[in-house]
Structures are given as C-alpha cells and as structure tokens.
C-alpha cells in the first residue's frame, strides 16, 4: 500500500517519469538505436519484424522491453491485488484505432515517448510531432466531450487477461530458443536484423530488466503521455503532465552527460525533416490514442493487469506496422513512404468517422 500511494503522489509520477527517462538514455548508450532507448510503436513494430509478418530487413528484432513492459505489469496487478481480467468493449474499433496509431506513428517515426526522447536529445522536428500529438488529443477530447464512449467493459475469465502476458512469455521463450546467430538474418522461425535500428539493442537481460522495473512502476502510477495531455485540456490538472516534463528533463541530463545531445533539424538519428507530415503523422496517432483510451505504453501496462481491450488495441498496432512497411506507408530518414501521406488522411477520416458515430446523448 505504501508503494502505491508513494508511486501515486505527484513527487512519485515526477519519479516515475525520470526514471524512464533516465533509463531510456542509458539503453541507447548501451546499444539502442539513436534517440530510441524506447520507443513503443518502433519496438513493436520491430517485433513485428522478428515473427514475419513484414519484410523490412532492417527492423526486425525481438524487443526485451516491450516484453518486460506487459509482465511488469502484471508483476506489480497481483503484487497489488488489482489485476481484473474484463473485455468487451467494442474490440473491433479498439483494433482499428491500434492500426491506424500504428500508421501514424511510423508516418512521424516514433510513439510519444520517442517524441519527447528525440526532443530530449536535440531534435527539432520532435517539435512538430509534438505538435501534433497534442492536436490529435484535443480532437479527441471534443470527442469525449461530445459523449463519444466505446461501451463498458465486463468482468470476463481470468485466462482472457493473461493471454497477451502469455504472448508475450511466449515470444521470450522464441527468444530464448531461436536466439541470434551472427551474420544470420534467421534463426530458426526468428528474423534478426543485420544492420539499420533493429541490429541495435541492448543486451537481453538489459532490456528485460529495464522493461520489467518501467511496467511494474508505470503501472503503480498510471503513466500515460495521452492522458497527461487530457486531463490538461479536459480539466487543468497537470499531475501526469509532470511526469512527463521530468521524462525529458532526465533524459536532457544524462545525454549532456553522456555526449547523446546533438540539437537540430538535420540529420537526426531515425528521423526525417518532412515537418507537415511529421505533424499529421501525429495528429492521427494523437487522435486514435485518445480514442481509444491510452498511448500504446499506457495500453501494455492495461494489458498487462488484465484489461483485454488494451490487449486488442496492442496486437492492432503490431498488425498496423506489418501494413505500414508491407504497403509503403513508413517513414525512413529520407521521408515519408510512397503511400504514407494517403493513409494518414485515410487514418484521419477513420477515426472522425469513429468519433462521431460512437456518441452517446448526454441528458
């Protein structure tokens, strides 16, 4: 009780969010991509790599944290009693919303923690991603306001909420069993990339550690970047907001430290300088965050203490990065993909269409 109430104190969500701020750098010292010691969206789509279902040889790789981040979750829901299996609410939508986050995201080339890890160590064009994750939320709290609602959630099976943990001890083992063969861009059923962001990582124990401690915490303290932004708009409160400023304030700390802040426009690290798409790539992710409820951390760690529709809304965004590099609509440092500016309009529409035909009269 008393980590719970330490963790949920505004001192403890500026701790929480230091924390992964510094560990966040810390992993891109000690081998992850540049300016991506995490990235939600870039994880997962790395792992979609790693299983097969797209081709991009130079994402594929088998994520520790992303794994970490569900099973700290769950570590911490029944160290606290608070793990409540429950699904139902309109899992289609939630997995549309994930695909089209997904898409979005890799239009901008990072989830919201990698936008405010990249404007940590310097970047510029974070800036407009910034930008437009905060439109995105804005537009989907008129949304809220409106009496948007995807329904209640029903108490359901406890085997329902652990199957995205499963999955996710599942790819652990795939990792353990199939583990990298140098030079080799398969082992076994397992992609690995050779070069380009997914040949940098961390070590194994590193990352899984590090996950572990960010999904056991993060879930103590509610952490979510779209929710920080929300509650700012909806009700002035800047309780999560404070977490997030300690995020990039930790993380500006220990890049000076450690020579990883090059400030910029040009030539960062995964990222390119197409602002306005860098805008609307995050304008759609925004948008389909705040619909469905929580940014793609803040769903792992929901999947993580049960809630299956978070559980959909992750495997959404798995299947929505095997679409983005299957059918060119990721960006690469040389600019948004062949088909990316038509699926962020597309993505866009979608979630306007969503918006405005889930709402519930308000008496």
């Given at each position: 009780m008393m980590l719970k109430n330490i963790f949920a104190t505004r001192w403890g969500i500026i701790g929480?969010?230091?924390?992964?701020?510094?560990?966040?750098?810390?992993?891109?010292?000690?081998?992850?991509?540049?300016?991506?010691?995490?990235?939600?969206?870039?994880?997962?789509?790395?792992?979609?790599?790693?299983?097969?279902?797209?081709?991009?040889?130079?994402?594929?790789?088998?994520?520790?944290?992303?794994?970490?981040?569900?099973?700290?979750?769950?570590?911490?829901a029944y160290i606290f009693k608070e793990f409540r299996s429950r699904t139902g609410s309109a899992p289609i939508v939630r997995f549309v919303l994930g695909v089209f986050a997904m898409i979005g995201a890799l239009v901008f080339l990072g989830c919201p923690w990698r936008a405010l890890l990249r404007l940590a160590a310097g970047d510029g064009n974070a800036i407009f991603g910034l930008l437009g994750l905060t439109g995105g939320v804005w537009i989907g709290t008129l949304f809220l306001k409106g009496g948007y609602n995807l329904g209640r959630t029903e108490k359901t099976h406890t085997s329902v909420g652990w199957l995205l943990p499963l999955i996710m001890l599942g790819f652990l083992a795939l990792m353990l069993i199939f583990p990298q063969i140098k030079g080799e861009a398969k082992s076994g059923i397992l992609f690995y990339s050779l070069k380009g962001p997914g040949a940098m990582h961390a070590s194994l124990i590193i990352s899984l550690s590090a996950g572990l401690?960010?999904?056991?915490?993060?879930?103590?303290?509610?952490?979510?970047?779209?929710?920080?932004?929300?509650?700012?708009?909806?009700?002035?409160?800047?309780?999560?907001?404070?977490?997030?400023?300690?995020?990039?304030?930790?993380?500006?700390?220990?890049?000076?430290?450690?020579?990883?802040?090059?400030?910029?426009?040009?030539?960062?690290?995964?990222?390119?300088?197409?602002?306005?798409?860098?805008?609307?790539?995050?304008?759609?992710?925004?948008?389909?965050?705040?619909?469905?409820?929580?940014?793609?951390?803040?769903?792992?760690?929901?999947?993580?203490?049960?809630?299956?529709?978070?559980?959909?809304?992750?495997?959404?965004?798995?299947?929505?990065?095997?679409?983005?590099?299957?059918?060119?609509?990721?960006?690469?440092?040389?600019?948004?993909?062949?088909?990316?500016?038509?699926?962020?309009?597309?993505?866009?529409?979608?979630?306007?269409?969503?918006?405005?035909?889930?709402?519930?009269?308000?008496?």
């Amino acid at each position: 009780m008393m980590l719970k109430n330490i963790f949920a104190t505004r001192w403890g969500i500026i701790g929480v969010g230091g924390l992964i701020g510094v560990l966040a750098a810390l992993l891109q010292k000690l081998g992850n991509p540049g300016n991506m010691g995490i990235c939600v969206a870039c994880f997962e789509r790395d792992i979609a790599g790693a299983i097969g279902i797209h081709r991009a040889a130079v994402v594929q790789y088998m994520r520790p944290e992303i794994i970490g981040f569900v099973l700290g979750s769950l570590i911490a829901a029944y160290i606290f009693k608070e793990f409540r299996s429950r699904t139902g609410s309109a899992p289609i939508v939630r997995f549309v919303l994930g695909v089209f986050a997904m898409i979005g995201a890799l239009v901008f080339l990072g989830c919201p923690w990698r936008a405010l890890l990249r404007l940590a160590a310097g970047d510029g064009n974070a800036i407009f991603g910034l930008l437009g994750l905060t439109g995105g939320v804005w537009i989907g709290t008129l949304f809220l306001k409106g009496g948007y609602n995807l329904g209640r959630t029903e108490k359901t099976h406890t085997s329902v909420g652990w199957l995205l943990p499963l999955i996710m001890l599942g790819f652990l083992a795939l990792m353990l069993i199939f583990p990298q063969i140098k030079g080799e861009a398969k082992s076994g059923i397992l992609f690995y990339s050779l070069k380009g962001p997914g040949a940098m990582h961390a070590s194994l124990i590193i990352s899984l550690s590090a996950g572990l401690a960010i999904g056991f915490i993060a879930q103590r303290s509610r952490f979510c970047t779209m929710g920080a932004l929300r509650d700012l708009i909806l009700f002035k409160q800047t309780h999560l907001l404070s977490g997030l400023i300690a995020l990039v304030v930790a993380a500006f700390i220990v890049n000076i430290i450690l020579d990883q802040f090059h400030p910029g426009f040009a030539k960062q690290a995964v990222a390119h300088t197409m602002q306005v798409w860098n805008f609307g790539g995050m304008v759609l992710a925004g948008l389909a965050f705040a619909l469905a409820g929580g940014c793609p951390g803040r769903q792992l760690f929901l999947a993580g203490e049960g809630d299956g529709d978070a559980a959909v809304f992750v495997i959404g965004m798995i299947a929505g990065a095997a679409f983005s590099h299957n059918f060119g609509l990721a960006s690469s440092p040389k600019g948004v993909g062949p088909h990316g500016i038509a699926a962020v309009i597309i993505g866009i529409l979608v979630c306007l269409f969503i918006g405005f035909t889930m709402r519930k009269k308000i008496a």
